[in-house]
């Protein structure tokens, strides 16, 4: 590993890509933008994780990052999911319960506060997490 140099770099102008090794490639853009991608792979399914722009992070970096990812994707774990849970961003189903709580004490969305009326039950079997269990009457 470590084909690049961090003043090869900063000297890359010329669009494309430049592999480092182990799945790490500096992709440059026509404009002259420059931006780290990590490929990983584990049973024929291949991902292209990205590190970030190369102005902001460093060839020593971009390698502790893709070192990470790979570790990751060897664990069977997903690293979008794994960085995401690192810098606190809940998951959908953590911010809907947030979501419901909180309307909960105030009564609701206006979808919601009459989840038992005839008129919205079209809403409410789209938000049956919401309300609850729907019940299916017949004809």
Same mark, same amino acid.
């Given at each position: ?15 494309? @890509?430049?592999?480092?090794?182990? #799945? ?13 991608? $990590? ?24 390698? &502790?990052?893709?070192? &990470?990812?790979?570790?990751?994707? &060897? ?6 999911? &794994? @960085? ?23 009564? #609701? ?6 989840? #038992? ?6 809403? $409410? ?15």
């Amino acid at each position: 590993m470590g084909k690049l140099s961090a003043t090869a770099v900063k000297a890359a102008t010329r669009s494309g @890509r430049l592999g480092d090794g182990d #799945g790490l490639f500096l992709f440059i853009k026509p404009g002259g933008g420059k931006s780290w991608m $990590c490929r990983a792979q584990k049973d024929g399914n291949r991902g292209d994780f990205g590190l970030g722009s190369a102005s902001k992070v460093s060839l020593a970096t971009a390698r &502790e990052r893709a070192r &990470e990812i790979r570790t990751w994707v &060897e664990l069977g774990l997903d690293p979008i999911f &794994e @960085r995401r849970k690192a810098q606190g961003i809940p998951t959908f189903r953590q911010a809907a319960a947030k979501v419901i709580a909180a309307h909960s004490k105030t009564g #609701g969305t206006r979808s919601t506060r009459n989840c #038992g009326s005839r008129r919205s039950r079209p809403m $409410c079997s789209r938000t049956s997490a919401m309300c609850g269990p729907m019940r299916l009457q017949g004809p």
